[in-house]
């Protein structure tokens, strides 16, 4: 079972996980446990104080650092007594490196987490140096606090849990898995509003299927990403689907441009 500790002054906004969807299931079916800590519960102060004003001036307020070291103590602590030999410090933090598939990946071979989601401008930085392993950032765009983050990341790491998806393969073909964005999906109707399913899909021959979802991805990725494409290691097969989709692409776009001349 995996051992997720939260750091966060709003535990109850972690109910969004506990409470709904996959991650509610793979909490009751025990693949990983959460816990929160308020750093407001380690304080000695009658306001329960955990922040105050930066040095040097300046807007807004900074976390102090030793409620929060206190709450990550204890919070290793806890995962130590259940035969967590190094549980790993994670802070959500715009100044992290970037949360992509490899981070996420190397992220869930670990037991143990402590994600520390912090608040208003930020920690102080010598509780950073002193016990954060790892900063993670979502993306480049500044949000209220770490909780949203926070639960971004724990919902990826859960779905990668063994059991978790009732499809084994869902994880595998998810965007990104394969370092390539998905391919597109139908469901029924065969037809909606003029638009048809692609007929290879209803084809039943499996092979030209499973090639024309690959080509789809490495024309998605091409378009959309072009720089997870120049960092996969393509195959010849791959070089070919994508120079036949830019072809059909290409093709479509004349066709397209011709109807409304």
């Known amino acids: 079972m995996k051992r997720y500790d939260v750091v966060t002054i709003f535990p109850a906004m972690f109910e969004a996980l506990t409470g ?10 025990k693949r990983f446990e959460l816990h ?32 929060l070291q206190a709450a990550i103590e204890a919070a290793r602590s806890r995962q130590r007594a259940q035969a967590v030999a ?31 989601a912090g608040r208003y401008e930020g920690l102080d930085e010598r509780l950073v140096r002193a016990s954060v392993d790892r900063e ?25 849990l063994p059991g978790v998806l009732n499809d084994e ?9 394969a370092g390539m964005l998905d ?4 469901t ?23 090639r024309w979802r690959r080509k789809q991805a490495l024309g998605r990725t091409w378009e959309r990403r072009p720089e997870l494409v120049d960092e996969a290691a393509l195959t010849r097969e791959d070089r070919q689907l994508l120079e036949e989709w830019q072809r059909e ?7 397209q441009e011709q109807q409304q001349q």
């Open 20 to 29: 709904h969807g996959i991650t509610r299931r793979a909490l009751e079916e």
């Open 183 to 186: 391919w597109p999906h139908y």
């Open 188 to 210: 029924r109707p065969e037809e909606w509003r003029g638009m048809r399913v692609p007929e290879v899909l209803s084809s039943g021959n499996h092979a030209a299927i499973a």
């Open 86 to 116: 190094k549980p790993v410090v994670v802070l959500m933090s715009p100044q992290g490196e970037r949360l992509g598939e490899k981070v996420v990946q190397e992220l869930s071979r670990e037991e143990g987490l402590v994600i520390v």
């Open 36 to 67: 929160t800590w308020d750093p407001r519960d380690f304080t000695s102060d009658n306001y329960r104080r955990v922040d105050d004003r930066p040095y040097g001036g300046g807007p807004g307020m900074v976390m102090m650092p030793e409620p």
């Open 169 to 177: 393969q869902s994880a595998e073909q998810d965007s990104f898995s």
């Open 136 to 160: 993670i950032s979502i993306g480049d765009y500044v949000v209220s606090g770490g909780e949203l983050p926070a639960m971004v990341l724990m919902d990826a790491l859960v779905r990668k």
């Open 249 to 255: 692409k290409q093709a479509l776009r004349e066709q």
